[in-house]
């Protein structure tokens, strides 16, 4: 994508929130909450007469449309199969990842939870449940455009693009470059000592 691309993206902000949510025929009531969210930009949205949305807007240069567009069928996938996520919102024709200006955003329901209690053995039970129908149902169809989830993509490549772009104060650099090489080494062997195992959804 352009660098303008990343320009407006820097740039969004409440009206173009506002107007990419009322572009596909939702009437905002003026309630905007910003969310915490690790990568992209995520908002609730009030809606009039209605329950609040949750509005993802994606950052440009990380994931394409094709990779949205797996992680979006795959929520879809899991929600018919009754396992609980928060999918997608898809318009009368399927699509899930729109498009307003140079901005891309699905919008899903809003759900609230909770954390579960990692010393209660039924809340282990459960998430074992939960994670196993996850893996059963993501096992049966491979992803064809997301990166695989290794060492290499996932280790290696961002540390280099990390220091590539200066993201890191020069006399840091020496030590961070230090520790990751410690880090992904470390993780290597990891990998190593797993041995051969069967992925799903790489």
Same mark, same amino acid.
């Given at each position: 994508?352009?660098?303008?691309?990343?320009?407006?993206?820097?740039?969004?902000?409440?009206?173009?929130?506002?107007?990419?949510?009322?572009?596909?025929?939702?009437?905002?009531?003026?309630?905007?909450?910003?969310?915490?969210?690790?990568?992209?930009?995520?908002?609730?949205?009030?809606?009039?007469?209605?329950?609040?949305?949750?509005?993802?807007?994606?950052?440009?240069?990380?994931?394409?449309?094709?990779?949205?567009?797996?992680?979006?069928?795959?929520?879809?996938?899991?929600?018919?199969?009754?396992?609980?996520?928060?999918?997608?919102?898809?318009?009368?024709?399927? &699509?899930?990842?729109? %498009?307003? !200006?140079?901005?891309?955003?699905? @919008?899903?329901? #809003?759900?609230?939870? $909770? /954390?579960?209690?990692?010393?209660?053995? &039924?809340?282990?039970? %459960?998430? !074992?449940?939960?994670?196993?129908? @996850?893996?059963? #149902?993501?096992?049966? $169809? /491979?992803?064809?455009?997301?990166?695989?989830?290794?060492?290499?993509?996932? !280790?290696?490549?961002?540390?280099?693009?990390?220091?590539?772009?200066?993201?890191?104060?020069?006399?840091?650099?020496?030590?961070?470059?230090?520790?990751?090489?410690?880090?992904?080494?470390?993780?290597?062997?990891?990998?190593?000592?797993?041995?051969?195992?069967?992925?799903?959804?790489?």
């Amino acid at each position: 994508m352009h660098t303008d691309t990343v320009l407006d993206y820097q740039n969004l902000g409440p009206d173009e929130v506002l107007a990419a949510v009322e572009s596909r025929g939702y009437t905002c009531d003026g309630h905007l909450l910003v969310l915490n969210s690790f990568e992209n930009r995520v908002y609730q949205v009030g809606i009039e007469d209605n329950q609040a949305l949750i509005a993802k807007f994606y950052r440009p240069q990380r994931w394409n449309d094709a990779m949205i567009g797996e992680e979006h069928t795959f929520a879809l996938e899991l929600a018919a199969d009754d396992i609980a996520l928060i999918a997608p919102i898809p318009d009368p024709g399927g &699509e899930t990842l729109f %498009q307003y !200006g140079s901005y891309r955003f699905a @919008l899903f329901p #809003r759900r609230g939870g $909770r /954390a579960p209690d990692l010393e209660n053995p &039924e809340h282990q039970r %459960q998430l !074992g449940r939960f994670l196993g129908r @996850l893996h059963a #149902r993501g096992c049966m $169809r /491979a992803y064809e455009h997301r990166p695989t989830l290794d060492v290499t993509t996932f !280790g290696v490549e961002s540390c280099q693009f990390i220091l590539a772009h200066d993201f890191i104060p020069k006399d840091l650099e020496s030590a961070y470059q230090s520790l990751t090489d410690n880090l992904i080494q470390q993780i290597g062997w990891c990998y190593e000592r797993a041995g051969s195992v069967d992925l799903i959804r790489t």
